[in-house]
């Protein structure tokens, strides 16, 4: 016992102010990072109509102006916010910060045909004549719809293009 007390004794005489403070301060911001994540990573707020942004809202009142909003919320994931609005008939459509849509969720209703590019529309009608597209979601390089018929396909943002079908 009293060999390894000595042992840290020499340990610390021979510790620097300046090798304590390199020591020290990755382990006290890695602490701070881990510590303070929670409250900025993941943010979710009731919001009200009015404080969607104007691009939304105009959307909104232009394709769904007899469906009643039932929420809308917004979320803050560390560098993104996105707002998220559920109509009363379940319809869900988010998003992103500058009121652009990202997904309709139409559940199994249809997506309305406005909001679907027109080379898909013919697309979905060409080859699934009589099903619906009932989700549709844009992202950076395609887009992703749903079909009523529980099949996914995936096309090209730019020439649209049928990319991937997924049953």
Partial sequence: M??????????WSK?????MI???????????????SPIWADYNKPIAVKDLPQTAQVLLKEQFPDSPIAFVSKEIEYFSKTYKVILADGMKIEFNRK????????????VPSELVPQPIRE???KFYSGVKIVSIEKKKREYEIDLSNSLELKFDNKEFFLTDLDD
């Fill in 22 to 36: 390199c020591r020290l301060v990755p382990l006290i911001l890695l602490a701070l990072l881990l510590g303070s």
């Fill in 15 to 19: 510790l620097t102010w300046k090798s």
């Fill in 99 to 110: 009121g652009e849509w990202i997904t309709v969720d139409a559940k199994f209703q249809e």
């Fill in 123 to 125: 697309y979905v009608n």
């Fill in 2 to 11: 009293e060999k390894s007390l000595s042992t840290l004794r020499e340990y």
